[in-house]
Every structure is written in C-alpha cells, then in structure tokens.
C-alpha cells in the first residue's frame, strides 16, 4: 500500500521560512493529485494545497496564498510546501496525501474524503 512520508517540520518564528517534503518510497506519484493539509488543536483538517504529478494544476486555500508555495520533482518522486512569511495561525500538523481524481488549476480544494493515502504528518509550530 502506498505510503507517504512527510519531512521538514520544526519551529519556525513568525515571518520566517519553513519547507516540507512529501514523498513516497517505493511508489511512483504519477497520476495521482497530491494534497497538503493541516490541523491545529481542536481544528477541523483544513485543506492548504494541491498540485497535480501529470501537469502541474495547482490550487491554495485562500489563507495561504501569496505565503505558500507547492512545486514537485517527478524524478525525485517528491512534491515540496514553501511556506514564507509564517504566522502563528499556520501552526498545525501538517499532512500530505494522495489521491487520483480530476483537479485542474486553481479549482476549489478537494476535501479530505477524496484522497486515499496518508502520511503521519509533521508538526509546524510558529512561534517567537
């Protein structure tokens, strides 16, 4: 079963950088849709990002555009959140997932029933 696996979380201060990486070994990510997520305390899972493995769709949630930054490496197998200009409202687990559905650029975010493979998430915590 395809697993993913998160990296490059940690303490960052506000207005700071943060990078994550999504990857899955063992897994080609072709033809899926991969989407970023996060949940804070006592939050719902929100959606915070998408983009495509064919083409290179991609969407944000309106709380994160301009700030955040999702690109991908095919050969690497690997798809990577900038996130600049931090706020303490961006701390959360954030999760990376997959799933195979149409998504074109800038459509709405897919909720999270539309994916069917998790990571186990990477804590970001923005704080001074």
């Known amino acids: 079963q395809l697993q993913l696996v998160e990296s490059g979380g940690g303490l960052v201060r506000p207005g700071g950088s943060l990078t994550l990486s999504c990857t899955a070994p063992g897994f080609n990510l072709d033809y899926y849709v991969i989407g970023w997520f996060r949940q804070a305390p006592g939050k719902e899972r929100e959606g915070v990002s998408c983009?495509?493995?064919?083409?290179?769709?991609?969407g944000y949630a309106d709380s994160v555009k301009g700030r955040f930054t999702v690109s991908k490496d095919n050969i690497k197998n690997t798809v990577y959140l900038q996130m600049d200009n931090m706020r303490s409202e961006d701390t959360a687990i954030y999760y990376c997932a997959a799933g195979k559905f149409t998504y074109g650029s800038d459509w709405p975010l897919q909720p999270p029933r539309e994916y069917m493979f998790w990571g186990r998430g990477a804590q970001v915590t923005v704080s001074s």
């Open positions: 983009i495509t493995m064919i083409g290179t769709n991609i």
